[in-house]
């Protein structure tokens, strides 16, 4: 390169050298690596979802099949019998009514305890802090019983009611340390500089706080939302009407139907394997339905860049 005093270096133009394409080889062990973990990764994903896929395949399968044991991972003589019997049940629709209801409101009433109940456990100045804490903890330890609890349910008046379903289990306490190790580590410099700008208590936990900490919420919602869409023993223990049973304690009696080789009303008799495939079925399939809108926010660093040194 020549330079305005006439003068001939060796210098690289840095323009020529930042145009031109760099490419890095990987190394034969690095090549390696990746195609045993590329194996590894797709034998760990099969296995996972064979159960699944076979479970699928089970519930559109015809009974002779499955009584022979020639249902692996794709439906033999296809057959929609049991789910016409089980769909074909009003009752089947109205406590799937029900389990849509009682997950959206216990799951929301649950979010909003634990949020605000850990964000407060996250503060040292809070008075009474280590109380509130081994209350919490005292819990995970020691629960009041079966008996006991059910008396308490009867006495507060929440048997037979959707309160008997959404209520005991407002707070899982995992849930809520979770949560307050999440709150323990958020950046204080976000919430004094709020608090300098004029915000109140409340304004930072709703404003600051809970915007940055979607990936939190959004893991602990689902963890809720799986619990209260996958329990009925509680609704076994304390409702009475049949029109008030979620889905899965219809599905669970089914089940116990199916045990003794029930009629599903109509004259094909199903065993056993296929009732409780399609029960599975109709049971995980919402669930499965929310997790690819959930997933986002378990792989994204939603903290980073929020406070820049």
Not at 15 to 36: C, E, N, Q
Not at 223 to 244: E, G, H, I, P, T
Request: glycine share 6%; proline share 4%; with cysteine.
């Amino acid at each position: 390169m020549t330079t305005d005093t006439g003068v001939t270096t060796n210098t690289p133009d840095i323009t020529a050298v930042s145009r031109a394409t760099i490419t890095v080889k990987d190394t034969p062990g690095y090549r390696a690596f990746r195609m045993v973990n590329g194996l590894v990764l797709v034998v760990i994903t099969f296995l996972t979802l064979y159960p699944f896929l076979n479970m699928v395949a089970k519930a559109f399968s015809s009974q002779a099949y499955i009584a022979a044991g020639q249902v692996n991972l794709w439906p033999r003589g296809f057959n929609l019998t049991t789910f016409a019997s089980v769909m074909g049940d009003e009752i089947f629709w109205v406590n799937y009514r029900n389990t849509f209801v009682y997950t959206l409101l216990a799951t929301a009433i649950a979010m909003a305890l634990t949020t605000t109940f850990a964000y407060a456990l996250s503060k040292p100045y809070l008075k009474g802090r280590g109380v509130l804490i081994g209350l919490a903890m005292v819990t995970m330890l020691y629960a009041g019983g079966l008996i006991p609890n059910y008396l308490l349910i009867d006495a507060l008046g929440f048997k037979n009611t959707m309160w008997a379903i959404v209520v005991p289990g407002a707070i899982n306490v995992f849930n809520l340390l979770v949560m307050k190790s999440f709150f323990d580590n958020f950046p204080k410099d976000l919430e004094e500089a709020a608090e300098i700008d004029g915000m109140s208590q409340f304004g930072v936990f709703f404003r600051i706080v809970l915007p940055l900490s979607k990936a939190v919420i959004a893991t602990m919602t689902l963890f809720y939302a799986v619990q209260f869409w996958n329990s009925w023993f509680q609704a076994y223990l304390y409702l009475n009407d049949r029109d008030m049973y979620p889905v899965t304690l219809y599905l669970r009696n089914l089940l116990a139907a199916a045990t003794s080789t029930t009629d599903l009303g109509s004259d094909t008799v199903q065993i056993q394997a296929n009732v409780q495939s399609v029960a599975m079925l109709l049971t995980v399939l919402p669930i499965v339905c929310v997790y690819p809108f959930i997933q986002k926010y378990f792989v994204s660093g939603v903290m980073l860049g929020s406070v820049k040194g």
